[in-house]
RNA sequence: UCCUGAGUAGCUCAAUCGGUAGAGCGGGUGGCUGUUAACCACUAGGUUGGGGGUUCAAGUCCCUCCUCAGGAGCCA
């Protein structure tokens, strides 16, 4: 094809001024006057669209394009000037424009604000949107400043499996992956399904989890990270569950909970530095028209240290708060949004790891303090979303992760390879989970996840 | 899965005590010398989510189903 240049490199202006270039996008606004007039073209590359100036006298096929409607591709070549009316530095006086895909007046979305819930409803055409282009660029660019911090740390990033043999990573309803008839399976004599004729010769599943696999490598290469898709089958119908996301999931060896906690502070720092860096004008977008103060919550969080507060204390602190909250608060109970809410959004105003839970309450790998009735475990919550980051110390010694595997009826044999590990050089390790679509929702200020997910996969809802 | 709420024009919404379904935007036509969510005039556009019931009369009240949203639980 011919070549184009993307829109927001003809907004820089610079070089390009004066010259002749072709732009191709997609119609946000058309405004079409006696003597002169106006197209709005966005391309996606940035949030800004280009404007492209026409008049009859300059076009050919003047009717045809005063008659095109938002939505339409256009491809279009003109000089690049400055602009003669107010708004915009320099704009496009078109010398042909020719209409690449044509769209008519059923075209759903329009020069105004939709609702989100009615954009979910037509997910396919959402990214033409300012809200969701903006979203989009930003999730880019927050993976790869993931990337980055673990990159530039000398972290390996491991692709662990996301189908996987094991039932028991423990994180919820797992989604089956089976190459059986649904309706005819071979059965066993006893009459129950017959997995071992399945493809994979045993029941296998969509992972909910890579890290029991990140842990066998981070005792080997030391610091690594996955980040990939993760699934859940869990009936969950709120505005930061999805069935399928992404997930982030470093291990450390020879890292303690302190160290863990130190890590996943420089990493939020890290990335939000990156994203408010390198997506200004996105992010001033998200200020002004979806939460307002964002960027300045945002600035200051990249420099001010985190709250850790031990969950004994949280306890006495909810307490001790003179609130009526629905759940009472004692000791062994876990947390309820309410309370993860107060101590996050009222007592602290800023994120806050709670860490030390009652053993009962958390899983059987993470490592037991020496009190006896906690284990090395740390949640990080922040105010608008919550929970965003569940990590631990992990239980490094052989004999007490058995014990612990045992204590909760758990089926050692499932754990077998897990323990070896224990067995075979054993070192401390800790890591911790974060949920990649909470970070942008935290970073975008945009409150529904399935809002910040190309096409978003929820209970009763795979369209697209 | 539980609780609460909402479904009215393509979109965003209004419609008082049960009494003739409206507006803005979008579309069409015409106008306008540089517009910026352009503006001005005219115009088309409806099985009020589906089904049933009460009533002289239902968008409005009752029953039921569907869909969606928010909250809770689970978690990231």
Redesign the pocket.
Known sequence: MQQRIPVKQALAGGELTGGTITVMGWVR?N??????S?I?LNDGSCLKGL?V?YTAESLSNYDEVS?V??GACLSVTGQLAP??????SV?L?AYTVQLVGDCD??F?L??????F??L?TIAHLRPRTNTFGAVFRVRSVLAYAIHRFFNERGFVWVHTPIITGSDCEG??EMFRVSTLSPTDPPRTEGGEVDWAQDFFGRQTNLTV?GQLSGEMFALALGNIYTFGPTF?A??????????E?W?IEPEMAFHDLADNARLAQDFLQFIIRHVLDHCPEDMAFFDQWVKPGIVARLEALTTTPFETIPYTEAVRLLQQSGQAFQ?PVSWGI?L???H?RWLTETHVGRPVFVIDYPKEIKAFYMRQNDDGRTVAAMDLLVPGV?????GSQREERHDRLLARINEMGLHEQDYWWYLESRRFGSAPHAGF???F??AIMYITGM????DVVPFPRTP??CEF
């Open positions: 606004t405004r079409a006057g006696k003597a002169v106006f709005e404007q100036v008659r409607l938002t602009s003669e009316g107010k708004g915009q704009e006086k007046a059923t759903p329009q020069k105004k604000r939709h609702s819930e009615y979910r994180a919820g989890s859940r869990e009936n969950s119908n709120t505005t930061r569950h999805a069935s996301f997930m759940y876990d309820q949004t309410e993860e919550g929970e965003i980051i569940g989970g974060l949920g679509e909470r409150e529904n996840i399935r009763d809802n």
